[in-house]
């Protein structure tokens, strides 16, 4: 293998390997990235692969939801310069991550009976709560122009931009009409991070935050609107904590 290339591995965790598919679903464009970069490790495209590699850039999927899943992210990072979660179970916890503060122990017992003992779980984590993680692209799946981007801007030896503005953004950049303030419909793009090009809303179905809380979102205004269009607090949180935890905003004192 070219030595000058950068060593990319790429790896899944607990989840559904939506993000590792969406990687292999770059098509015309993957053939040009594998040209500019040696990859060591991708379970999803080879069987063949160095499992103690030392990695430029580490792309981890899914969330940690095993010890199984502990162990192999610590391996990845102590092997990758650079580790980047790619996925919102990975950023944020996902779908996973909905029963945090549950028994996990008494849950699997539900679920299984006594066979739920043997069972390798524990409560669910995104890899920011194991390990560093130098970079995020949130998505459920993540977007295949973000991901292009991204390992562009590392190829050049820049750090990728983060997006932080919420959908709403995006929806205007399209000039959607409003779903939540127009048709009075549920929609959390106020709170949710860009980077789908508002395409759910685009369709006049409503944001359900799949990609996580954007940085720059007015959250307790967003509540507030969410609650004045007739939605309960109590509805509106468990819809933002989906797919990633309740901003840092009780409900409450948005209403």
């Known amino acids: 293998m070219d030595g000058t290339k950068p060593t990319v591995g790429i790896f899944g965790l607990t989840g559904c390997a939506g993000d590792q598919l969406a990687i292999l679903n770059c098509e015309d464009e993957l053939l040009r990235l594998v040209e500019l970069i040696d990859i060591r490790e991708f379970l999803m495209a080879s069987s063949a692969g160095d499992p103690f590699a030392r990695l430029d ?3 981890v999927e899914g969330a940690v939801l095993t010890r199984r899943d502990e ?3 610590l391996h990845v990072r102590r092997r990758a310069r650079t580790l980047v979660a790619i996925g919102t179970c990975a950023v944020w916890g996902g779908v996973a991550a909905m029963g945090d503060g549950m028994d996990w122990h008494t849950g699997m017992r539900d679920v299984y009976g006594p066979a739920g003992d043997g069972f390798d779980a524990m409560a669910p984590r995104a890899l920011h709560e194991v390990v560093d993680v130098d970079f995020s ?8 122009d973000q991901f292009l981007t991204a390992m562009a801007d590392v190829l050049n030896g820049n750090a990728p931009l983060r997006v932080c503005y919420p959908v709403c953004a995006e929806c205007r950049m399209r000039e959607c009409n409003c779903l939540l303030s127009e048709q009075g419909v549920p929609c959390l793009g106020p709170l949710t991070q860009a980077g789908c090009h ?4 685009s369709l006049g179905i409503p944001c359900i935050g799949c990609r996580g809380p954007s940085d720059d979102a007015n959250v307790a205004a967003g509540m507030e609107l969410l609650t004045a269009k007739g939605l309960a607090p109590d509805d509106v949180a468990r819809r933002l904590r989906t797919f990633a935890p309740l901003p840092t905003v009780t409900v409450e004192a948005a209403v």
């Open 57 to 59: 850039v580490a792309l």
């Open 71 to 73: 162990e192999t992210l």
């Open 198 to 201: 508002a395409r759910c809303p």
């Open 137 to 144: 692209i949130s998505g459920c799946p993540i977007e295949k």
